[in-house]
């Protein structure tokens, strides 16, 4: 979203390219949001590694499912990756490199611009991030829907479904990518990484607000599915329905509970987001405080940090809910890696009497 509003300073001349920068890199405020976005990305890079690794919250799922999360993981560590190379260049522009050119003798144009070419990567790169977290939501949607549909049966298909969507969705993404590439004019240097053109701005407004809309539609989706199966779990007790069945709706109700609140976190980051920058930022006419009000106002990057987040929360909350089943219940207690250390320490002890006792002889 940040890139809708830094569109136009690509369209100023190089002096006021280099004022506007260093007007910027003056308002630490700005280069303070600058580190935090960075660091979210990096964070939101090795908090997703750290649900991957232990804290799996689709080890239960359908192979689809699973698959289809982990290219929805993907996909945010590309935006956060998109948020390092893009807002951390920017950063170190505006503070160290400032710095040694500044103690070099460069007064003139003290903050360096970027090159073109490259601050459009960044932007396309987090751009292409954010899109395919859409597009893998809404996969999983179609996915869900299939499993509630064939519900006595989907237990036993395999996972080509998933890859199939998966490819269709990726290569959606890649062809809307390179529509928008090709709608950017391309200038040696811009101040801040960006796209340039009243095409480009056209273009990914149009892309943004149908992120938006299909983030609606994907937690509509979900919240029908969600009643659906809720209502086929009825049936669950009944003698004659089959065990495929039961294990079905029980597997769309938890994997549903898991995206739904996914979901809509991801819509009202992204819709809120839109409507504070339409409302607040755009109205200023000056373009370096547009800038700097609509870095404040971007909540998205928020929702790369706050997915890995929760969901080990979610992991933390339930591992400590069966280690208190396991100590107020007969058979937990027995079972308990606390009793199971105690045993094997006292059939140490144990064993260690003997092996004293019998060398004595």
């Not at 890199?25 to 303070?32: E, I, Q, S, T, Y």
């Not at 360096?112 to 601050?119: K, T, V, Y």
């Not at 004659?240 to 938890?254: A, D, G, H, R, T």
């Amino acid at each position: 979203m940040l890139l809708y509003y830094r569109l136009e300073m690509a369209n100023q001349s190089y002096v006021e390219m280099c004022k506007t920068t260093e007007s910027l890199a003056n308002n630490w405020g700005f280069v303070l949001n600058l580190a935090l976005r960075a660091f979210i990305g990096i964070s939101g890079i090795a908090c997703s590694l750290i649900v991957a690794k232990f804290a799996n919250p689709t080890v239960s799922f359908h192979p689809n499912a699973r698959f289809i999360l982990k290219a929805h993981f993907c996909a945010v560590m590309l935006a956060c990756s998109g948020l390092i190379l893009g807002d951390g260049f920017d950063f170190l522009r505006m503070t160290a490199f400032k710095i040694a050119r500044t103690g070099g003798g460069e007064l003139e144009c003290p903050v360096p611009l970027i090159n073109s070419h490259l601050g459009c990567a960044f932007r396309l790169l987090l751009l292409f991030g954010n899109m395919c977290s859409v597009f893998t939501i809404f996969s999983l949607a179609i996915e869900r829907i299939v499993a509630t549909v064939k519900v006595g049966s989907y237990d036993g298909k395999k996972s080509g479904l998933g890859y199939v969507i998966v490819s269709v969705m990726v290569f959606v993404a890649i062809c809307l990518i390179i529509y928008q590439a090709l709608s950017i004019e391309i200038e040696p240097y811009v101040a801040v990484a960006s796209f340039k053109g009243q095409r480009a701005t056209s273009v990914y407004s149009s892309l943004v607000n149908m992120q938006i809309a299909l983030d609606v539609i994907n937690s509509f989706i979900f919240f029908v599915l969600l009643i659906a199966n809720n209502r086929l779990k009825k049936q669950v007790t009944r003698f004659s329905v089959s065990l495929p069945f039961k294990y079905q709706v029980l597997e769309n109700i938890s994997a549903i509970s898991v995206i739904l609140p996914l979901s809509v976190v991801h819509t009202v980051i992204y819709a809120g987001t839109f409507i504070l920058l339409g409302q607040l930022a755009v109205p200023q006419k000056e373009s370096a405080v547009r800038v700097r009000m609509s870095i404040l106002l971007d909540l998205m990057p928020f929702y790369d940090i706050l997915l890995p987040v929760v969901l080990l929360w979610r992991h933390f909350v339930h591992k400590r809910a069966v280690e208190k089943m396991n100590t107020v219940n007969f058979i937990g207690k027995l079972t308990s890696p606390v009793r199971q250390k105690r045993i094997k320490a006292e059939q140490q002890t144990h064993f260690a009497m003997l092996d004293k006792m019998f060398s004595r002889q």
